[in-house]
């Protein structure tokens, strides 16, 4: 479901599979975890292994960009496709300036 | 609008069971040779009004959702996911963009605002401490 990365205060998470409400879950608590105990200075969600969203990925990205400004870091997001980036546009989430 | 097939569907209101309704409404359409759009888009409103029955519908109790699906000769599908939860008090300030009752489960109150702009049709009818159905609306082959 996800592979981490840790490099020069950078936590890389590689989500893989589906994001739904489901799987958002599981997903948030092991980032959080990763987060919490190696407090980086940059956290970057990976959307490239990502074969389908649904507003349950906006909310995944919400929650991480608060954790983050409380732990001191940013929030990041790359690799996002088409029909991810389409939810993420609907969402105004471009301007919290985490879209790359 | 001449039903050409249909479907009908129960399952229990487990997080598990979005997966597999936005998977059988695919399923069910399949023989329509929908775009990649045209799934991912349906796909993801099946899985917005499922997600709804489920984190707000039944969010106290759990329960069963129904889903019926239905072909017009058209290309028109339809689909109908129905609870017997809560219900909405008001069903217009639900589907305001952003509204949520349940932020602190990381909700971003998108959920109607992506079925709407996914499908040619949203209708919601809604009863307090009686349920909610949804309905959702979208020809296939409109992308040709």
Redesign the interface.
Known sequence: MMETTYENNVLTAYIKG?I???S??RI?STVDAMAQSLRPQQLCLDFGGVS?????G???V??RYRQMKLLGGSLHIQNASD?VRR?FL??GLQSLGVLK | MKTVNEMKLRFPSKSCNEAFARSAVAAFIMNLDPTLNELSDLKTAVSEAVTNCIVHGYRRTGGTIFLDGKIGEDGTVVIKVRDKGCGIADVQQAMQPLFTTAADEERAGLGFAVMQSFCDRVRVRSTPEKGTTVTLEKKIGADD
């Open positions: 589906e739904d409400h489901d958002a879950t948030r389908f969203m649904d507003s349950s906006v909310g995944l919400m929650g029909s939810i609907m969402s």
